[in-house]
């Protein structure tokens, strides 16, 4: 069964950067692509980062040159540093692990950890 747990998160200020980590368990981790997604109240989750099984990262431009993804398929730990963070980051960040077993893209969840960024 597969479990991700994030942890990080809580208030952070305007320009703060925190960072998230993801422990994922349950799966082989290098053959999964990794993703941090967010959820802002009222509106739908969607992605801002992700990093392949071969280490390929994309970012939308909302974030991008602002938060970095990582993996370390050793600790089976994927991480998000945010940097410069605005109020409009604010949102419930959740891990995510997929693998492709075709024509099904198998995907998997974190119970989400909220960040405020707020002074």
């Known amino acids: 069964q597969v479990q991700l747990v994030e942890s990080g998160g809580g208030l952070v200020q305007p320009g703060g950067s925190p960072i998230f980590s993801c422990a994922a368990s349950?799966?082989?981790?290098?053959?999964?692509?990794m993703g941090w997604y967010r959820q802002a109240p009222g509106k739908q989750r969607e992605s801002v980062a992700d990093?392949?099984?071969?280490?390929?990262?994309r970012y939308p431009d909302s974030v991008k040159g602002r938060f970095t993804i990582s993996r370390d398929n050793a600790k089976n730990m994927v991480y998000l540093q945010m940097n410069s963070l605005k109020p409009e980051d604010t949102a419930v960040y959740y891990c995510?692990?997929?693998?492709?077993?075709?024509?099904?893209?198998?995907?998997?969840w974190g119970q989400g950890t909220q960040v405020t960024v707020s002074s």
């Open positions: 349950g799966i082989i981790f290098s053959r999964y692509d």
């Open positions: 995510n692990a997929r693998i492709t077993r075709s024509p099904v893209v198998i995907s998997s």
């Open positions: 990093i392949t099984s071969g280490g390929n990262t």
